[in-house]
Structure formats: structure tokens, C-alpha cells
């Protein structure tokens, strides 16, 4: 069964950082695009990262870029979101999904099928 596990996530300060992982079980990543969501309380979802199935190529969302970093590591079968310098507005709950042959991948969530649980990050001091 098709599963993906995130966590890392927490009570985080405002220009600290924090590190989100995405497990995955039942199936093997190296051919699945794998994308990093985020909704906040009264908001819609909106797509922050992903990163492709094939040769890794990567995309941010504006309000992100240079502050995260999305990497994979096939060998543990779990993608990352590296936080950097997080601000109150990226305050939400995060959520990685799994889409296969996906090659240069997209922030469009109904792009992917397979959606994990979900995990919280606040950022406040």
C-alpha cells in the first residue's frame, strides 16, 4: 500500500529553521515527482515545492524561493523541505504528495494522486 509519512514539523522562530521530511512506503520514489503543499487556517492550498521523477529538477513558489530547499534522497526512500529563515506567514499545515512520471513535476495539486497526512508548522516567537 501506497504511503507517504511526513514529519519534522513544530514550533519554529521566525528566521530559525526546520527541516520536513517526507517518507514514503509501498513504493519506490525514484520514479514519482514529489511535491510540497501548504494550507493555511481559512486559505486555500498552495503548492511550495516539488521536485521531479526524473533528472531532480526543482521549482519554488515566489513566496519560498531562496528561503527553502526541496532535495530527495532515493536510498531512504524520503524527500525534504529545508526551511530557512521561516516568517509567521508560512505558518500551516504542510503536505507532500507523490505523483508518477512526473518529470519536471508542478504546483498544481491535482497533479498528484497520493497525499500524505499532513504535518504542522508554526512560526512565532
Known amino acids: 500500500q501506497l504511503q507517504l509519512v511526513e514529519s519534522g514539523g513544530g514550533l519554529v522562530q521566525p528566521g530559525g529553521s526546520l527541516r520536513l521530511s517526507c517518507a514514503a512506503s509501498g513504493f519506490t520514489l525514484d520514479y514519482y515527482a514529489i511535491g510540497w503543499f501548504r494550507q493555511a487556517p481559512g486559505k486555500e492550498r498552495e503548492g511550495v515545492s516539488c521536485i521531479g521523477s526524473s533528472d531532480g529538477s526543482t521549482y519554488y513558489a515566489d513566496s519560498v524561493k531562496g528561503r527553502f530547499t526541496i532535495s530527495r534522497d532515493n536510498a531512504k526512500n524520503t524527500v525534504y523541505l529545508q526551511m530557512n529563515s521561516p516568517k509567521p506567514e508560512d505558518t500551516a499545515v504542510y503536505y507532500c504528495?507523490?505523483?508518477?512520471?512526473?518529470?519536471?513535476?508542478?504546483?498544481?495539486?491535482?497533479?498528484?494522486?497520493?497525499w500524505g497526512q499532513g504535518t504542522q508548522v508554526t512560526v512565532s516567537s
Open positions: 504528495a507523490a505523483a508518477p512520471f512526473f518529470p519536471r513535476c508542478g504546483l498544481q495539486g491535482t497533479e498528484y494522486p497520493y
